[in-house]
């Protein structure tokens, strides 16, 4: 039986929502769950550098990442999966489920050419075979270099400026060089599956909210309902 290993950079919450809508995932599977590798109070882009790592010495056939504000649908798994297996390609090396990442819910958490072909995405819920973390060099994950990515068809053209993004871009850098290398991420259809997406409003205080979190989901985006 093939394994997987869950792999969530936390920076200290992570929403009972999501840990139970991914163990749900893991059971429906079909696959060997050997461990679930968190990290702890590090900063972006070390917590997914970090948990990668320890993910990846585990030695599981598969590393699902898994954001500490990201709830997964119940079949996530498989219906990864089952885009990772149906692919003609060889060189299909995981699969994404997008969600929304803005309160505008037009904006979603990838980009693809006209055909469908994933060029970036986010890390949210994103299933990958081990083989991924052997093929890359390491830092698997940075944001040194902002990068502007434009698509015209089938054609990906990538200007990189030597400049770090403000917040984030370990995972459009991340898997965009997954797609220059040949390598691809297969993209679960938002008709078919999306993941909700929580928003920490606030944080939980002594004598607001009865001291808990304030969070809401974002709207699901209109062009995919």
Wanted: aromatic share 10%; proline share 6%; net charge negative.
């Amino acid at each position: 039986m093939e394994t997987v290993v869950i792999a969530t950079p936390s920076r200290g919450v992570i929403h009972s929502r999501t840990v139970d809508a991914t163990m749900k995932a893991v059971l429906e599977s079909g696959l060997e769950f050997i461990g679930w590798e968190i990290t702890h109070d590090l900063p972006i882009p070390d917590s997914h550098e970090r948990v990668c790592k320890m993910a990846f010495e585990s030695g599981a056939d598969y590393i699902w990442l898994v954001e500490e504000d990201v709830v997964p649908c119940h079949n996530a798994i498989q219906l990864m999966l089952d885009r990772i297996n149906n692919q003609d390609a060889p060189n299909v090396v995981g699969a994404f489920i997008d969600y929304p990442i803005s309160i505008n819910p037009t904006y979603n958490c990838a980009k693809l050419t006209h055909s469908g072909m994933l060029v970036w995405c986010g890390t949210g819920c994103l299933l990958l075979k081990r083989t991924v973390f052997e093929a890359l060099a390491k830092p698997w994950f940075n944001n040194t270099n902002e990068v502007e990515i434009k698509i015209n068809g089938e054609t990906v053209s990538v200007r990189s400026f030597p400049k770090p993004y403000d917040y984030g871009g370990q995972d459009i850098n991340f898997t965009l060089r997954l797609y220059q290398s040949g390598l691809r991420i297969a993209y679960v259809d938002p008709k078919v599956a999306m993941c909700d997406h929580l928003y920490l409003e606030t944080w939980g205080m002594k004598g607001k909210n009865k001291g808990m979190h304030k969070v809401l989901y974002r709207p699901a985006p209109e062009r995919w309902l």
